[in-house]
């Protein structure tokens, strides 16, 4: 395969440069430790010397993602005196990685100082598409790699185009700078050059939410609550203390950015995506603090009416998501399907459906407006109904979510254009889109 790849995609290239492998990911395909540990040495050991071998002049990029998440720091620094400095490097291309990166991460292998490695920002998972560069983190551990002479490389893994534009930002003025450059002036510089006489007014809007930006880490966002434990899931208290503050702080961007020149395409597309990020975190934090007080409920027997008015605040909530989606292209699938089929007619009848089955894995459901109007709202809908028929007939041990997948199913049976959104976009929706998500986070 090796070979195949290097000779398609090579052609007219000098001799290969640079490998990489995966080596076998974050699979464990064994229950002992130490037998999945062996393996992988050995599928490594293999994959090296014939890489060594057929291309001896080539660099090669071992990806770190793996060693977070199945290897201990002290298996990979088992591994290192098997590598060859002058030919292989450490691919880590996780650098921001929480929680697991507090305890397992680059500075933990014995790389620093002693071994080539690269350093790097992640920007999420394709559920996970929105501004959440937790800079705290990627600040801290960028101190370690920036004067360290075997750290060879500033890396960016985004999963999407449309990301975290303010993290697109801070990558470049640190990967082309000699000195860190902080993310407050790196916030400086976005807002002067991108928002021109609303700079301020952006800056402030920016500054006011990153602290919630960052509160999530890869992965999660509202719809994978929504259709997935919801009512029933179990959060950590801890979680709902950190989260409390820096949400309840950003949520008063909406009445900001309801004001902020809607002709401007650049203001008007990160407004929604500062605000939708808001609402995830705002919806979340409700439910966190929904699912700890049903809990108290089922145990202690208080009075569950409250519950359910919650409940119908988050359906809400979720409606209002819909609606801030709505605003704009880049959040429907069906009008993703539209752009790719005038660059080039799609051929395939079923191509909408696998559109929609990509879309609504687990892997990558997030800010999809044909989701969260047409699954998420009717999941919390349907959960909500359950927990008012439990609180009306004393059923302490009822189950709230559980039919999504069948939701799911029926959706994707349905053609992707009977989905798509028909909000106008104008300014006048704009504006109060904002306008009732700030009188909804009063409640």
Sequence with gaps: ??????????????????????????????????????????????????????YPDAKVLIAGWDFYSTWKPDEVQALLPRLDPKRDIIWDYEGDVTPLGHKNNFTKWGLVGKFPYTFSIF???????????????????????????????????????????????????????????????????????RYGANAGLMKSAWRVVLPASWLRGWGSNYGRFMAGFGFDAAPAPANIKKWSVPVKEAESVFGLLARVPWQDEFIRRDAIDIARMVLDRSIALRTMELCRDIAAWRKEGRDGGPLVVRANRIVALCDAMADLLALDTDYSLWESYQRLDAVEKIQNPEFSKTLFENASCPYCRSHQYELARHWYVPCVKAMTKRLEMAVASGD????????????????????????????????????????????????
């Excluded at 430790?33 to 490594?44: H, Q, S, T």
């Excluded at 598409?129 to 490389?153: H, M, S, W």
């Design 396 to 443: 302490r041990t009822a189950k709230f979510a559980g039919d999504s997948e069948q939701m799911r199913l029926a959706l994707k049976a349905k053609p992707l254009e009977s989905l798509k959104p028909v909000f106008p976009r104008t300014e006048k929706n704009f504006r109060r889109v904002f306008d009732s998500i700030q009188l909804l986070l009063s409640l």
């Design 123 to 193: 920007l999420a998972y394709e559920n996970a598409l929105d501004t959440r560069a937790n800079y705290p983190i990627i600040e801290a551990r960028q101190k370690v790699a920036q004067d360290d002479p075997f750290c060879k490389g500033y890396i960016l893994w985004p999963e999407s185009s449309h990301t975290d534009t303010l993290g697109l930002r801070f990558f470049t003025a640190n990967a082309w700078s000699a000195k860190p450059v902080p993310h407050g002036t790196v916030l400086d510089e976005f807002c002067s050059s």
């Design 1 to 54: 395969m090796t070979k195949t790849a290097v000779e398609t995609y090579g052609q007219g290239a000098p001799k290969p440069q640079l490998l990489h492998t995966i080596g076998l990911g974050e699979r464990m395909c064994y229950k002992d430790r130490k037998k999945n540990f062996d393996m992988k040495i050995l599928a490594l050991d293999k994959f090296l010397a014939k890489a060594h071998t057929d």
